[in-house]
């Protein structure tokens, strides 16, 4: 059965043409995941240590300190910078975020935001985005869409969905779904179904 993470559909799903079937073979064809070659893994796991264990936003720098891969050097201070212009001085309170599969056709979606947070109360789930090319209105609506369509049970009453724009220091919230986006994600993984195979 074919497996998606979050951000590799989101990717198929806004692109077209022969680049949306490059997406899916890549996904299909490359190497099963390891820590190692995770780029974003070592900041990931920061902001949520920083967030568990109740640590102040200055946390976040150690995690320069280990490195030595030098794209990670030069990309890490900007998100980091980014991360914290957004904390400013909000009240940060952790929870864990629950996670689910979206499956239809047979293709499983993985969605797995990182982060529970009460942001001065309001509780709030949040995917991190952490790529240079901008973050825009149609990414943001898959992922909050399907966090809202999978997350909801069980996770505090009026908790908002959002996409924290991590260079950017930018938590995006949208007010609703677009009509018939239900649909439209579903035609993406029949699409994604029939396709595997051949590639």
């Known amino acids: 059965m074919p497996h998606l993470s979050l951000t590799d559909f989101v990717d198929v799903v806004s692109a077209s043409g022969t680049p949306k079937a490059t997406k899916i073979r890549q996904v299909k064809t490359r190497p099963t995941y390891s820590p190692a070659i995770d780029f974003w893994k070592p900041l990931r ?30 990309a890490y201070p900007p998100a980091i910078a980014g991360y914290k212009k957004w904390w400013g001085r909000s009240a940060l309170q952790w929870f864990a975020p629950p996670s689910a599969l979206y499956t239809a056709y047979g293709v499983d979606v993985s969605v797995n935001p990182e982060l529970g947070l009460r942001v001065n109360g309001v509780p709030h789930i949040i995917k991190l985005y952490f790529k240079e090319t901008t973050l825009t209105k149609n990414r943001v609506d898959i992922i909050t869409y399907l966090m809202t369509a999978q997350l909801t049970q069980g996770v ?23 009509p018939d986006l239900s649909a439209v994600l579903d035609a993406e993984l029949a699409y994604v179904a029939a396709l595997w195979p051949r590639l």
């Open 156 to 178: 505090p009453g009026g908790c908002a969905m959002a996409v924290l724009d991590v260079r950017r220091g930018h938590l995006i919230v949208p007010a609703g779904a677009p």
């Open 45 to 74: 796991e920061a902001i949520m240590e920083t967030h568990t264990r109740g640590l102040p936003k200055g946390n976040l720098d150690l995690v320069l300190a280990g490195l030595t891969d030098r794209k990670k050097l030069t």
